[in-house]
C-alpha cells in the first residue's frame, strides 16, 4: 500500500517514545505472514519459529526482544528499553530454528531522548486561590477549548500514524 492507512490484515509494526529510553513498540501480523512462513520456510520451521522484534539504535543492532508463543496472526504491543539515546527503529520477524532472523516488518524511527525516568514525587501540594465552588464553574468554562485542543491533537496523531504504514 502507499500513501494512505495500511489495510486490515497487513502486517506492520510502529514505535512510539514513552519516555527516556523506553519506546512502546504494537504490532500486527497479518494472516498471510504465518501461512508465507510455513510455505517458504516449511512445516517444521512454521511450528518452531518465534515472533522477534530486533531493535536498531543509530543503525545497530542492540536489542532483541524473543516474544512468547508459536507463530500466530494478531496484535501485539510491548515496552522495550533502549540502552543508548537517539535514533530506534524497530524490524518484526520470525527468529527460525537455525538462529536466523526473517523479517517482516520495518517500524518508523523515533528519536528517544536520553536521561532517565525520575522517580521523584511532589513532596508538597499546591493551593489554588480558588473557593470549592469556583472551581467547577472555571473547569466548565475550560472545557470547550480543552476538547478543541484534544480534538485538533487526536487528528494529528491518526493522520501522523496512518502515514507511517504507507
Do not use: K
Request: glycine share 12%.
Amino acid at each position: 500500500m502507499s500513501g494512505g492507512a495500511a489495510a486490515v490484515g497487513d502486517t506492520r509494526v510502529r514505535l512510539l517514545v514513552r519516555e527516556p529510553r523506553r519506546v512502546f513498540c504494537f504490532w500486527d501480523v497479518g494472516p498471510g505472514s504465518v501461512a508465507s512462513l510455513r510455505s517458504e520456510r516449511g512445516e517444521r520451521a512454521g511450528r518452531l519459529s518465534r515472533l522477534a522484534i530486533r531493535l536498531s539504535c543509530e543503525e545497530q543492532l542492540c536489542v532483541d526482544v524473543l516474544l512468547p508463543g508459536p507463530p500466530s496472526e494478531g496484535s501485539g504491543s510491548h515496552y522495550l528499553d533502549v540502552p543508548v539515546p537517539g535514533p530506534v527503529s524497530a524490524e518484526l520477524g520470525w527468529l527460525l530454528p537455525s538462529g536466523s532472523f526473517a523479517g517482516i516488518a520495518s517500524s518508523n524511527s523515533v528519536e528517544v531522548p536520553g536521561g532517565r525516568p525520575t522517580t521523584r514525587v511532589a513532596a508538597t501540594r499546591i493551593r489554588l486561590p480558588v473557593a470549592p465552588g469556583q472551581l467547577a464553574e472555571l473547569a466548565a468554562r475550560a472545557r470547550p477549548e480543552r476538547e478543541r485542543r484534544r480534538y485538533a491533537a487526536r487528528r494529528l496523531r491518526i493522520g501522523g500514524a496512518s502515514d507511517a504504514f504507507g
